[in-house]
């Protein structure tokens, strides 16, 4: 599986725009990249998924380059309830939809007043 | 609908005893996954599960840590002979199982505390 990098914390203030970016340099061709939320005390919450260019929700944007070495979560105008540790997890999507999910120590981002 | 449930959301054990954690799936679920995580890390695979199958351990501890998930009711995943080490948070997450995208919806957790 692919080992990702992402910075550990990041801090930013409420309205502006947050991109957080992850390095997967060993990308497999049948990788996906997903990006998941946590908050504290809960469980971790799917926020988007992406196998290349560009995706976006109602909750984020996931840019991803053509050669798929990296990846970059947008989260527009945030608010103090996006502070939370984001996770950038790469995997294959095998039949069945069985993914073992691989969890780095994520990016902590905190959002200031 | 509701989501993956687990509980005790908290279970306080002394050493050397068994902790029991349960994990009822979303309705319509059939994949099981548990996880570990401890403070300030990431979540560590331990294992997932089909309905009456264990698909793949290969994070569980090869002593001391079972799981199920039966026929009829939610997946336990027991925890013999608790040491203080075993103390962190465990999380259940389930999927449908052919869905494509992978996804798994995380449950609230359960918060083991050994003394």
């Known amino acids: 599986l692919a080992k990702t990098t992402q910075p550990i914390s990041m801090d930013s203030y409420e309205g502006q725009e947050v991109n957080i970016t992850c390095s997967h340099n060993?990308?497999?061709?049948?990788?996906?990249i997903t990006w998941y939320q946590q908050f504290p005390s809960q469980g971790p919450r799917f926020i988007i998924q992406g196998y290349k260019t560009k995706v976006t929700n109602e909750v984020a944007s996931l840019f991803i380059p053509a050669d798929r070495k990296s990846s970059t979560l947008s989260l527009p105008r945030v608010s103090l309830s996006d502070t939370a540790v984001y996770y950038c997890l790469v995997a294959p999507l095998v039949s069945g939809g069985y993914n073992k999910l691989i969890f780095g120590a994520g990016t902590r981002l905190a959002v200031h007043p | 609908n509701a989501g993956v449930m687990q509980n005790p959301r908290h279970l306080v054990r002394r050493r050397g005893q068994e902790a029991r954690l349960r994990c009822s799936p979303m309705k319509g679920h059939s994949h099981v996954y548990w996880y570990r995580q401890l403070p300030e890390e990431g979540l560590k695979f331990m294992v997932y599960l089909q309905k009456e199958n264990i698909i793949d351990e290969s994070g569980m501890p090869k002593e001391r840590f079972s799981a199920e998930f039966p026929k009829e009711g939610p997946s336990i995943l027991r925890i013999q002979q608790v040491v203080r080490g075993d103390s962190a948070a465990y999380f259940c997450?389930?999927?449908?199982?052919?869905?494509?995208?992978?996804?798994?919806?995380f449950g609230p957790g359960t918060r083991l505390l050994v003394l």
């Open positions: 060993n990308i497999a061709t049948n990788d996906y």
């Open positions: 997450a389930s999927s449908p199982g052919g869905d494509k995208s992978g996804t798994q919806y």
